[in-house]
């Protein structure tokens, strides 16, 4: 892994103005072969002794969606956030874009988080205190960006809410309340999005409208997309289908 | 119960800091109440004269304006009664030579020979003269035993005594000596302070009551000695009530928090009271059960509360008694009892103020529908829509506050004024949430620009939280309220004294003799001094005043006797209405007075009244020819020119004499002087600068323990704030977790809840900085008029109340210290998916 450094460093620094992320994301995983999210045999125990994962191994690619499947208690959410450097392996690596987590220290940890990875979750997780475009503003704000409402009311338009940038969370659907979510995700054009169950709260017609983001979000944003999902709707739409069960990957289809 | 035990005891079990915080914030609120209870008794109710356990239990004493003549003790036992006559001289004297030198303590001049032998001992009649009987607290406190001799000064002499008994199980100090001994060395020759009356069992006591009435001059006063005591009491009755009223502030910032402490546990629990509604609990249930939480931290607070209290009650007793014997009489501080009453009085009050703190949280606990979601956010949402109507209100309650001023004291109580402030305080309450709203949108873009994301989320976190938040301000606003009125009341009236003084002591030199005083009397000074002061070289002019305590109108006062013509040269008297010259004029040779603001107040007394005094045998009939400013007591004191006093009492003794040394004359050479050719006198010799300073410093003493109150209220509304952001911390550990999943670094989010107890204690600051000088207001214009009648100009002390609101501020972001690091050390993955 070390060897590759000198080589993405050189296409980082002689990148034209004119690139975007996308076509470095895309220059990353076809020219270096390297994956946005590498799992390398990892294994999760919980202090209360719990197996979570056994020796998982597994590639996420830049503008891939790859649905994690299984039943509740298979090891889903753990893996998630191991990927959404939450959480550190017991066993083996993580590597998001290249960078292990397990050597990051907790600034480290939250940098990572800042600049490479987008949560999205179940229960939406909006601040009810915040405005839709303040929620969406916030991971840009947090990082110390700049032209953070811009950039923010540019990502709440491509979600389609620029009308309700001013509306509070629970003045908002459950389906828009999403869309603001996956908008806070991708504000600051993470290399990977972390999504636990995105339509699991949701009625069809919004799940449906949630899913084409998300399939957009690596489509064009390029963005390596891991989804833990039940439902047969969502796994539909990923490029790579993972099949748990008892901590174990069982398939990949 | 089983309920009551998980909902309630676990959780509580499980955010143990902030039990502690709740539970210590109600103890020391119901500490306060206890201990200011407490301590008021004992310091006040230790006015039966410690005599009684010496000589016996006394039916009647016999006083007089200006002293007992000695010969009635002759007539009085000449009556046809089964009675003994006791003469009792009863004077401050202080303890010469040795290591004791300088001691000061009360005289009591008895006559030994009749004292029952099972109190004090037998004595023999040959040694009397040198015998003396010691309380054992003064024994103790000097380490002198039976047998040890004791000097004490006089008036113009010093004499030994010889201890010959030690009085056990006194907690006053005392030292008794035979009443010729104490005539003779206080220079009071024929003199008496009362006769004491004891009666033999079955005597008819109205009859002798009536012979010893018709046997004395009818000036005279005949009363049993409880009703001196309750004198006293009534005397005390305003200050005390003003202490009890601030230690009840410190339970009503203990109230907004238990309020505090049990919404958090409502919304904390809203899923599980929706769940348990679900499965059939009734609200009344769920009522019954917020309510039985609120009970058991007031009942378990209450009893921490009661042991601190007893604790504090110790502490507070000694300030207590300087004031009592700065301002009003003579009291030694009596033992601190904890009665079961007062027990099961403060249990009941802190679990009652508990219980209805928490009935609007518990209410709105029970009416939690069985499944709701984003409800807390529509809580929030509809206590912005009201704040304006809130506001409307609040206004309505500042009215009445402000009508409530206008009204006169009932029963001598400043009531209006009380309840007064308890409208301010809620007009606070109910503006509080706009206040916050207000304030935070006018600060938000200095907070993103100074404190970036963190300033940014923590204010919107605190006006996202607006019923919660408002509470806790409104809580540390009523502290900081209470700190500053008091603050500005104090200020104000240290800057009238001051003024006051600078105007009222205009001598050079103050002379007094040594010993205790009391209320502006001083012990009497020898009669020979005065013309060695007069003679010594460069004194000017010398003010000989009297001033001794008389009873006027069944309460006791001060009658003062100085040179008018003096006065009216050298001082600057300030008079309510009239010029003081005129005023001065018109009084020496003629039965005209002037007298004190607190005394015209107190006996409902203009200028023109005729005021009848009864002095010695005679009641004389003064006019009063105006009325003045003055700050020294509260009794009130009425001001004669010296010729006038000389006419009816000839042999009245001069207590204090202010020196005016002549012009170009060195003061401190003069001062000099004077201590040497006084040297053989027990007298205190000050220049005018330590006068006042010794003026101001007892005047600080005073008020020592009303700051050692505001300082509890500030400790209890800092544990609040402590409480309270830990609180919105638990409350939003999901909202912290979420952050930290986008991206805040963990000090980020230190910063914010820093941020927001800075924020808070901003708020709270201003809001109370508001209503603090709304409620100084009322204290110097309607409470302190109304209990003391005093008039006191307004002079907020803007440097000590910076300092404080700084200090005040400071302490609430130390306060968010833990809550700071708790919140920054929660597992955002276990925060997040707790739901």
Redesign the interface.
Known sequence: MDKRWPALFKIQTSIPQSITRQELRLAKRDWLNLPAIAIREVTKIYPSGVEALRGVSLDCRASEVTALLGRSGCGK?TLL?LC?A??FPTAGEVLIDGQATAKLD??GL?RL???KIG?V?Q?F?L????TAL?NVE??L????AGKTEATAMERLRWVGLEDKATA???QLSGGQMQRVAIA?ALV?DPAVLIADEPTGNLDNASGEIILKLIRRAADELGAAVMIATHSAEAAAIADVRVRMGDGRIESVS | MKLFHRLILRPLRRDRTRTILTLLSIALGVAVVIAIELSGDAATGSFESSLTTLVGKVDYEITANGGVDETYIAKLAALPVNARFSPVIEQPVVVAGGITRGASTTLYGIDLISTPAENAGDFDPEQLESTAVLSSDLAGRLGLGKGATIQLKGRDQTAAFTIRAIAANQNTEWIGVDIAAAQRLLDMYGKLDRIEVFLSPHENAPAVENRIRATVPATWDVQTPGARSEENRRMLRAFRWNLRILSYISLLVGAFLIYNTIAVSVVRRRTEIGILRALGTSSRGVLAVFLGEATMLGLIGSALGIVLGRLLAAALIGMISDTVNALFTTSAPGTIALSPVSILGALLTGTAVAFFSALIPAREAARVAPAEA?R???V??ETRLHARRDLGIAGIAAAIAAILCRFGPIGGRPVAGYIATLFAVAATALVAPAFVVGVVHALRGTLKRFA??EG??AA??L???LSRTSIVVTALATAISMMISVGVMVGSFRETVEVWLASELRADIFMRAEGAATAGIYPPIAAAVPQIVEQTPGVGEVDLFHAFEIRYQGTRTTLGAGNMDIARRRRSLRFLSGSADNILTSLPGRDRAIVTEPFADKHHVHTGDVLKIPLGPRTVALTVAGIYYDYSSDRGLVLVDRSTLLKYLPNQAVTNIAVYTRPGADAAKVRRELEARLAAYPLMIAPNAVLRRGAVEVFDRTFAVTYALEAVAIVVAMLGAANSLLALVLDRR??IG???????????VRRMILVEAGLLGFLAGSLGLVLGMALSLVLIYVVNKQSFGWTIQFHPPVELLGGALLLVWIVTILAGVYPARFAAKLE??EA??E?
Do not use: K
């Open positions: 959410t956030n959404g939450m959480d907790d600034s939250t988080r800042r600049t949560f979750f229960f997780q601040l009810p205190s915040l303040e916030l991971p704000l947090l990082a110390g509070l969370p629970f806070r600051h | 984003m807390r956010a529509i929030e949402h970036g994301v940014f989320i919107r976190s006006v996202a939280s999901r909202e979420l952050i930290r999943y986008l991206g805040a670094a963990a000090g980020q955002p993955a997040v998916h739901e």
